[in-house]
């Protein structure tokens, strides 16, 4: 069964006015990315919104003001409609957060007309709403509902949708229309409060581009208590690694492009927002998919993880991933039926430059991370040291050989499991000996011992 495409909290709109459809679908699709934007599409919505009525039910409606020509306004057509009783009734209590921080209850058309007055004139009182993502939400609630019953109305409650509430976790981000979404593993580590799986169209209807979306709160990256200016520089130098890997000109398997589309310094957002943007629909490197593929295209993967990881540590500036596990690794399928794997999610990256910086300045700041088992195993010994507060400096290089000889061992295994997988097991599957004891050699708990990238890449597939 093909995965649904959610078309955002708008598309039954397309049957009321084609006008109020644009503005109000144009205003979901910012609501992450710029909040007070969103709240000018929405303030014009009102306008469209409003006139919709007016027309239908021939209410008439006078302007006070003493000029001639002038037209009246959205606050004279809501009273003229309200007067009227063409208002369609909304269910529960609507509240609003003020510019003194204070909620306040109010009729759920005051709270729309007022949020984008505010966003069009900045001058605010204290009781005004306050222009910031929470209010969005709330009058993207109000506009979905109003909006509803008068689709159910001109439907005579024939609805081609299903009625639902409501969701922002489907609001499409920039043009990236919701497939799936999820709380990550690694939340308490990198502080990333959503996933998305989306993709995005060309002007033909066809898909262009698949993405995985990581959403991290600003509020929330100075938790640790660590100082401003080092939170800053942590969360800006994510954009390092797109930076970096664009001077060295690599090319990634899957032509994986790297994408910042709400940076720390976005203003009207409260999130930073990074989009690995696949030309193929990506798929998780999960239990499911591995078990229908063969032992061979299984070793392929390995052989492409190991070479992108390579890559990586050998750029001009040096990466080293720092997070490798299951969860990292997406599969495209190529035009043959081949699978093609691809690493993202570097948001634990170590760049290993005095320009581009580390992307988390100290991960043993985060004891919390990788909670489960099934996460931790991934984590070479002097790793979860460091993560307990050992000061040792360590090689990120020779801990990646390690995470990645625990990966390989689940990729070729055809699951992923507890605890890792040992090397009897891989040897009655059918692995190449010579194989079977390069990754054991990746997981020795003695980082010297470990061999080369490129001496596993002249193993594999042998």
């Keep these: 069964m093909a995965d649904e495409v959610k ?7 397309r049957e009321i006015n084609a006008d109020i459809f644009k503005r109000v679908s144009e205003a979901e699709s910012l609501g992450r990315l710029d909040y007070k934007t969103a709240g000018l599409r929405l303030r014009e919505a009102f306008e469209v919104f409003l006139d919709i009525l007016i027309n239908e039910y021939q209410v008439k409606v006078e302007s006070k003001s003493e000029k001639k020509d002038v037209k009246p306004s959205s606050s004279e057509k809501q009273k003229a409609l309200y007067r009227e009783k063409r208002l369609p009734f909304l269910k529960g209590d609507w509240y609003y957060l003020a510019v003194d921080g204070g909620d306040i209850k109010r009729n759920p058309y005051d709270i729309w007309r007022l949020y984008g007055n505010q966003c069009a004139h900045p001058e605010q009182r204290p009781d005004d709403p306050a222009i910031c993502y929470e209010n969005i939400i709330v009058i993207l609630e109000i506009a979905h509902d109003a909006l509803w019953e008068i689709y159910k109305r001109k439907r005579n409650g024939r609805t081609t949708y299903k009625r639902t509430d409501f969701n922002p976790n ?39 581009k698949y993405s995985i979306i990581r959403v991290y709160d600003k509020s929330d990256i100075d938790e640790s208590g660590m100082d401003v200016k080092l939170v800053e520089r942590r969360v800006r130098d994510v954009e390092a690694f797109g930076e970096a890997a664009s001077e060295a000109g690599i090319q990634f398997a899957g032509n994986v492009v790297v994408d910042v589309l709400s940076k720390m310094n976005s203003e009207y957002s409260p999130f930073y927002i990074v989009a690995y943007k696949f030309s193929s629909k990506p798929h998780p490197l999960e239990k499911e998919y591995l078990a229908g593929i063969s032992i061979q295209d299984r070793e392929g993967i390995c052989r492409q993880i190991t070479e992108t990881i390579l890559k990586l540590h050998s750029l001009s500036t040096p990466i080293y991933h720092r997070n490798i596990t299951y969860d990292c690794v997406y599969i495209c399928e190529r035009t043959k039926g081949k699978p093609e794997a691809s690493i993202i999610k570097f948001d634990c990256a170590k760049i290993d430059s005095g320009e581009f910086g580390t992307v988390i300045q100290s991960v043993k700041d985060k004891q919390s991370m990788a909670q489960t088992q099934m996460m931790m195993k991934y984590y070479a010994p002097e790793a979860r040291a460091y993560l307990q507060g050992a000061s040792k400096s360590i090689s990120w290089e020779k801990a990646d050989v390690y995470s990645l000889g625990i990966l390989l061992a689940d990729i070729l295994n055809g699951d992923i499991s507890f605890k890792p997988v040992p090397a009897m ?38």
Aim: charge should be negative; include cysteine.
């Design 170 to 208: 489907v609001m499409p981000i920039g043009d990236n229309y919701v497939i799936k979404y999820h709380k990550p593993f690694d939340k308490d580590v990198t502080h990333c409060v959503m996933e998305f799986e989306t993709c995005s169209y060309k002007d033909t209807g066809r898909v262009d």
């Design 425 to 462: 097991k891989l040897e009655t599957l059918g692995v190449n000996v010579d194989f079977v004891q390069a990754i054991e050699r990746m997981r020795n708990p003695n980082p010297d011992a470990r061999p080369s990238l490129e001496n596993i890449i002249s193993i594999i597939g042998q």
């Design 7 to 13: 078309k955002g909290n708008f598309d039954f709109v």
